[in-house]
C-alpha cells in the first residue's frame, strides 16, 4: 500500500496513542495513514484531563 500511495483510514474505538505507538513500532506510519480514534488528553504534568473528541469515539457510534 505504501509504494502505491493507496490512502489508509484507521477508524477506532481505541485509543489514539496506542496506534500510533504500534504503526511506528511496525513501521507502517506513513503519510497516506490517517487516524481517527480517541485520543487521551493530559496536562503539562502528565495528568489525565479529558478525551478528544468529548463525545468519544465507540462501537455504537461508527456510523455517525
Do not use: C, W
Not at 503519510?31 to 469515539?57: C, H, M, Q, V
Amino acid at each position: 500500500y505504501r509504494s502505491l500511495s493507496i490512502p489508509v483510514l484507521v477508524l477506532s474505538a481505541g485509543v489514539a496513542q496506542t496506534i500510533e505507538k504500534t504503526l511506528d513500532t511496525h513501521m507502517l506510519a506513513g503519510e497516506n495513514i490517517s487516524l481517527t480514534a480517541n485520543r487521551i488528553l493530559f496536562d503539562k504534568n502528565g495528568d489525565y484531563i479529558g478525551i478528544n473528541p468529548p463525545n468519544y469515539i465507540h462501537v455504537g457510534s461508527k456510523d455517525e
